[in-house]
């Protein structure tokens, strides 16, 4: 049963317009959410996290959206740049889960000089 | 920046060896996971640690692997025997806890011929 769902496993865009990944949950106790990017021959690096009582969180280019009724959210890059292409990770956090983190299978973005 | 460091980052042995990964966690946190990447499954956890007591171990197989953590500077995943269908990448992360990101080393990535 797969609780944290991204369902595009790659998106190609320009540079310098908005990239938008998504990602959709089923299990309504997660309350603290995150990106993260991952290069090749890399590990996962830490990019953004929304706690479930905001609706968004925004760190220079890079916002994260909750909206906790549709139990979706996503990360918005503006401008996209050709080093934000990789693989990018949604994961999820449940009270009580003990720090547990759940994530989704990624998607590979692409972004063209 | 401070980064968790995985030792060795590639591993190449035949089938019924003994396979040990080892972690060195950032200082002062004081969660560790143990995930394996694969292409079919995506990034699953195998076992976490929290003030280096086991708390989740339920993602290994248990009859050949193990986790423990000796001290607050390492941590170790065996496998013994290990089999090809545990060729993956194994990453380690270590974190402050709830609410709080994960950071992760460049992985070990393991083949068992």
């Known amino acids: 049963d797969q609780q944290v769902k991204q369902n595009s496993p790659s998106l190609s865009v320009q540079e310098g317009r908005i990239s938008i990944l998504n990602c959709d949950y089923t299990?309504?106790?997660?309350?603290?959410f995150l990106w993260y990017k991952k290069y090749p021959a890399e590990g996962p690096t830490f990019l953004i996290s929304i706690s479930s009582i905001k609706d968004k969180n925004e760190d220079g280019r890079f916002t994260v959206f909750l909206n906790k009724s549709a139990k979706h959210l996503s990360l918005h890059i503006v401008p996209s740049q050709p080093g934000d292409s990789a693989v990018y990770f949604c994961?999820?956090?449940?009270?009580?889960?003990?720090?547990?983190?759940?994530f989704g299978k990624g998607t590979l973005l692409t972004v063209n000089p | 920046d401070a980064r968790v460091t995985q030792t060795p980052r590639h591993k190449v042995t035949e089938m019924g060896q003994e396979v040990t990964m080892r972690c060195q966690p950032i200082?002062?946190?004081?969660?560790v996971f143990w995930y394996r990447q694969t292409m079919m499954q995506g990034l699953e956890l195998l076992a976490y640690?929290?003030?280096?007591?086991?708390?989740?171990d339920s993602g290994m197989p248990k009859d050949r692997f193990s986790a423990e953590m000796p001290d607050a500077t390492l941590a170790t995943l065996k496998i013994q025997p290990s089999e090809p269908r545990d060729s993956a990448v194994y990453f380690c992360a270590s974190g402050r806890g709830r609410d709080q990101p994960q950071h992760f080393g460049d992985g070990t990535r393991l083949s068992i011929l």
């Open positions: 640690f929290r003030n280096r007591a086991p708390l989740d």
């Open positions: 994961a999820a956090q449940r009270e009580g889960s003990n720090y547990k983190l759940t």
């Open positions: 299990n309504s106790m997660f309350d603290y």
């Open positions: 200082l002062g946190h004081n969660t």
